[in-house]
């Protein structure tokens, strides 16, 4: 079932690079950047978390805080985070539990049977657990809208 705005944010108790369980009630009282990316290492993929690493402190003085989420395990997404000196946590769902439960599960990607990923998508969980802010891209190679994610961190 689709998540719309308003909506409360599934909860989810995910990996993090240090083998931590991270749970997104851990962030409540902070507006969260929830970023699911499709693959550690790919080069959108790259380009967008990068770009939030470089918005990170503009970010921060909105009191948000940025989690990215794929379907890659812990030991994939702590290379990606260290290569890019990502500061912020990059949790691995390789369940798809979570991309489900957010009803944002792409099949199939790049036609190989049964390799399921996320969509790229951004949401923006509110302070007391809603959803605040929605993007859903159908195009793996799409970034969001960083200006528009900022703005919306601006005008709430």
Known sequence: MALNIGDKAPDFELVDTDLKMRKLGEFKGKKVVLSFFVAASSPVCETEL?????????????????????????FAN??????????????????SRTIRDYDILMPDLLHVKDYN???????????????????V????????????????????
């Open 78 to 95: 702590k290379a990606f985070a260290e290569k890019h000196n990502l500061g912020f946590p990059v949790l691995g769902d390789y369940t």
């Open 137 to 156: 891209s159908e195009d793996p190679l799409k970034e969001p809208n960083y200006s528009e994610i900022k703005g919306f961190l601006k005008g709430n």
């Open 50 to 74: 990068c770009t939030f690493r470089d918005s990170w402190d503009e970010i921060s003085k909105l009191g948000a805080q940025v989690v990215a989420i794929s379907n890659d395990g812990p």
């Open 117 to 135: 990923a996320a969509k790229r998508s951004v949401f923006v969980i509110m302070e007391d657990g809603t959803i605040g802010y929605k993007w």
